[in-house]
DNA sequence: GATGAATGAGTATTCATTCAT
DNA sequence: AATGAATGAATACTCATTCAT
């Protein structure tokens, strides 16, 4: 149940892995100038450097490329996010410097994030639970790490606190990349970072009654 | 710079109004369900009530609706918001109110805002600029408030705190809808809001110094 | 049950009659020349006289065209035979003139008569019964009219007798188009007319009989 | 004239035979289900248990296979025709039985039979007198046969009226699969013979003489 | 102003055939 | 001799847009 298989004509997996790794490259370059629809499947086979008969010798429907191209940016995302966070010790510090290095990868794949968000619902009902099943497993990477933080008692949430908070951190790596035209006028990065890390920690109030916690 | 013009065949300024009400209508039911890709004009024209040929007497082009329709929904949403935010007191208290308000509105409208974030992209880069600009100038909205909270001394922000702030609450309130496959399955919307603001306020730390201010 | 409906885009009844006249008349002469598989909807939209998004107004399916056409093919020849099987007088000597009638029409409609053997089978298994049940109402009137004979007792033919006779006849009357590569360069149509009938009615050994009918 | 050649790059004679058969029953009982047109040569090949690249190692062009397909077809035909007819002895009850016992062969190969009734228009201008060459060929054996009975003043036929006969009983042979769902609706098998065999030798009229040949 | 028939460029997909290994 | 990956011409079908009535 974790991974869709996309038929492919040619038996030799290690050609297929090599022709679909061109053919996603090309793939990705193209959403993200013109999105899914507006790219045709021969500009795909010609970014990829073979033929559309070609093409179809990998895929079944065109369909099967822009779940090809998603499959792989999770998988991309999630193994950088994996190979950070199996170090994280489960301390509010260590958990900051992971979300600032996941803002910084998501900061990095920002395009492909874009290409996600606006082309995912062309995905037939078939293949969008495989990926939305992906983003969940992302965020559970990071729930775990804050429960860690609970456990040790860095942190008192509860459950349902422990998720939101996954999910906003998680929203905000992505908002960097999909609000860019607002966001990247008037942050730097690491600013952004900052300033999120900040609020994501101590709130605006929280903030407050830290600096002041007597006043009230 | 604020609205950017559809051009109509027809002159009588009243009718391009009233069809184009219908025209927007049809064509919002239709894209929830198919998006603008496969949704095509005469789909659009039949749940408009009227033929493919009057259609084009309202419009120029497919992706003329497609403005129209987004543009009608910032309209709306800035419509409610307007609504609500004059009567905020500048008070924390009121501003929590307010974002309540808003997430409930946010939910209400929920497809209309994923088709928003799917379908924005289709836009002409001619177009995007005037959209972007509206959802700009609706977190201005917000700024407004967080500001008057701040000079009425209830919140300590600067000028870049109070704009991700706005940004952090406005995506937070689109996030039910766009991610209801997650979220919607976990809380209730009141929930939701509860803890988003919980989580806005106090974050993940400052939550537990309000708790246990003493100990400091 | 006996007529399938080909769906039209286009409203006026009219309209649509001429049109699908036009598409018929141009995919005829295509289909005779090279088969149904080996002709293009653009071939039969430009034979037709208009442009293949008209074509397209009118049908659904390529396959709708050959149903059109068959089914155009089949009105026609029943037209012509019911035309002249109402004046049968139920007598042997009429009987014979019908089918003489019947199997000069069949020469003349040689050409559609193969397509109808050759592509009748390329019809989905949706239109096919249709079809059939047509060739079965035209043999249908056959075995009326031999049933009149042997009512009158000008012939002495038991049910199943009558529609095996019926079922000969006919198909002799298309196998003058079908087997021409053979038949018509030893007979005429007249001698071969003149020679079916001999056979239809006295067999090879009833005419024997006839002229010496003592000698056993 | 008698056989077209199909090229083969293989050298090795028994080889192209051995290839050709296992080809050949492929292509038969995917004809038999989709047509000429609506099977592949990827299907062909894999039906036959080798690959596309083999497949063309011992033909030249897809029609070659359905050239390959009707030649053979003619030859089994003809094959088990000669051995019944050999033994024949020019005797109306020999001819009624070696009529009898084609019809029971042809209902047998009725699937065959359709085959060609359907595809044979497919054959290239230049294959097609090959194949009509054989049905010709097959036509002449009942011809001679019949001409024995003549010669032996069992029929009474003139060389036209043979020629026709021959056509008509051949014909019917093959009606039996043609036209198979009017027929095998109605009839058995021997019901069917029986009944053509009457009408055949007597006609409708025949019949009627023989039955109360006293009265005239 | 409204209609809907006509248009044809555009697109996904298939499949016979080739040819390097 | 056998394989199967690569090719690209061919083709059915769609749909935004126009324009005569």
Redesign the interface.
């Known amino acids: 149940m974790d991974r869709r298989e996309v038929q492919a004509s040619v038996k030799d997996e290690r050609l297929v892995e090599k022709r679909r790794d061109q053919m996603i490259k090309g793939a990705i370059t193209l959403f993200k100038q013109k ?1 899914f ?1 507006r790219t045709t499947t021969r500009e795909i086979a010609r970014a990829a450097g073979f033929s559309i008969g070609t093409l179809y010798e990998y895929i079944r429907k065109k369909e099967d490329i822009l779940y090809l191209v998603v499959d792989r940016m999770y998988d991309q995302i999630r193994e950088r996010l994996q190979e950070d966070l199996v170090t994280n010790l489960g301390t ?1 510090e260590s958990l900051k410097l992971s979300i600032a290095y996941y803002f910084r990868e998501m900061a990095e794949m920002q395009e492909e994030v ?1 290409v996600m ?6 995905l037939s009902k078939d293949a969008l639970p495989y990926v ?1 099943n992906k ?2 497993q992302m ?1 559970g990477l990071f729930e775990n790490v804050i429960e860690n933080c609970v456990r040790n008692g860095e ?3 509860d459950e ?2 422990i ?3 996954a ?2 951190l998680f ?2 790596g992505q ?1 960097w990349g999909f ?1 860019r ?3 990247q006028k ?2 730097t990065l690491e ?2 970072i900052d ?2 890390l ?16 007597g006043e009230r």
Do not use: C, P
């Open positions: 999105g629809h509010v874009l968000y606006q082309e995912a619902k062309s939305l983003e969940i965020v942190l008192d949430l349902k606190q998720k939101l908070f999910h906003n929203v905000e908002m609000r035209w607002a966001l008037v942050y600013e952004y300033l999120q900040e609020l994501l920690f101590y709130g605006v109030q929280g903030k407050v009654n830290q600096g002041t916690g």
